[in-house]
């Protein structure tokens, strides 16, 4: 099996898959609403994303910011987005990037 990054016009996912017509279906299969994109083999047996490209800079640990807001607002994106907005002082687009980001990668 290869790891293949799968962009829909509404996810970007991470699927282990035999080849890409298989992570293609496997998205479609569970996003059926949802065209995909663009189905790309990763190199390597790792996902790596980039706080930088994300917007997330800074000595403080946005992570740990951004995890502490969401587990304060229950898991609720807007109100975690407010609150990370409050705490940092951070754009609203800074902000939504930041908790999306940790939703993303299970918080």
């Known amino acids: 099996m290869a790891l293949f990054e799968v962009e829909t016009n509404g996810h970007i996912m991470i699927v282990w898959a035999n080849d890409k017509d298989q992570a293609r279906s496997f998205c479609l299969d569970n996003y059926p609403d949802e065209e995909v994109y663009r189905v790309t083999a990763r190199p390597r047996d790792a996902w ?8 997330l800079k800074g000595e403080a640990d946005p992570c740990a910011t951004a995890r502490d807001c969401l587990a304060r607002s229950s898991g609720d994106k807007v ?8 705490e940092t002082g951070t754009d609203l687009n800074g902000a939504r990037r930041a908790i999306e980001s940790n939703m993303a990668i299970g918080w």
């Not at 109100?79 to 409050?86: E, T």
């Open 48 to 55: 790596v994303i980039s706080k930088q490209m994300l917007g």
């Open 79 to 86: 109100h975690a987005i407010r609150l990370y907005m409050q």
